[in-house]
């Protein structure tokens, strides 16, 4: 596949949120609001324009991925400002074909590029330790509430980033997203058959868990 790996540009707005809906939907639950945090997100202020990227197929969007600022609060309460990737998508069609892969990689190292500390993300270790993501509790970076979420996973980019402190982490409250205006917004797309899968257990059993 001959993929072009490029900027999200105004143009591509709605195919992107067209397309985080058609992956997120029935994901986590019955539905999905990923394509309105997508849809937020662009204009909140720790939103990284530079680091939002679409894939493109023969002019089709087929993944997204997009960055925000995070931070990460020692002992004594200083913060350290890193990145944070999510929604990342592909259009389901086009799933296990590396497009994922290669959206997570090329912005990786543009990250490291750009001299960002580290990313802390939440999600499936599955999908993201093949690209060299560890736990969060490998590095001491617990939540807000001191706990280590088993989907919370960290990767350094400048050496020793995460060492020498025990962390917290703390992410942009954009992703505290209204549900109500989410079902709102929703309405102006196609309408979709909500319904149960089991991946919705699968996730509800793994953000549950905790690690020691
Ligand atoms: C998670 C997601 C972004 C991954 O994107 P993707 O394009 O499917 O990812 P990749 O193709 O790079 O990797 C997926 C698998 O396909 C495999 N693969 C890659 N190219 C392949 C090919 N040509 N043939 C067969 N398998 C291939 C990879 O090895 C990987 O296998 P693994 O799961 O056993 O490690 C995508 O599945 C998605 O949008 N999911 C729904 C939304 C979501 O869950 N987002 C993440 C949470 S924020």
Redesign the pocket.
């Known amino acids: 596949m001959d993929i072009l790996i490029r900027n999200e540009t105004e143009k591509d707005f709605r195919e992107v949120e067209e397309l985080t809906r058609q ?2 939907w029935n ?1 986590y639950f019955p539905g999905c609001n990923e394509h309105y945090l997508v849809h937020v997100m662009r204009n909140h202020k720790d939103f990284l324009n530079e680091m939002d990227f679409v894939a493109e197929l023969d002019g089709k969007i087929i ?1 997204n991925i997009m960055y925000t600022k995070a931070w990460l609060v020692n002992e004594d309460g200083e913060e350290k400002e890193i990145i944070c990737f ?5 259009l389901p069609e ?9 959206l997570i990689r090329h912005t990786i190292n543009i990250a490291a590029k750009n001299n960002k500390k580290g990313i802390v993300i939440f ?2 270790p ?2 993201y330790c ?1 690209h060299g993501f560890k736990s969060a509790r490998d590095y001491n970076i617990s939540d807000m509430n001191g706990e280590f979420p088993y989907g919370m996973l960290a990767l350094e980019l400048e050496g020793n980033a995460f060492s020498g402190h025990n962390w917290k982490f703390k992410y942009s409250d954009v992703y505290n997203i209204d549900e109500k205006e989410a079902g709102e917004f929703d309405k102006s797309f196609t309408r979709k058959e909500k319904s149960y899968q089991p991946s919705q257990d699968i996730f509800s059993i793994a953000f549950r868990a905790y690690l020691k």
């Open positions: 992956a997120f994901l993944g999510g929604p990342v998508s592909v086009f799933q296990h074909k590396g497009v994922g892969s290669m999600g499936d599955h999908n093949k």
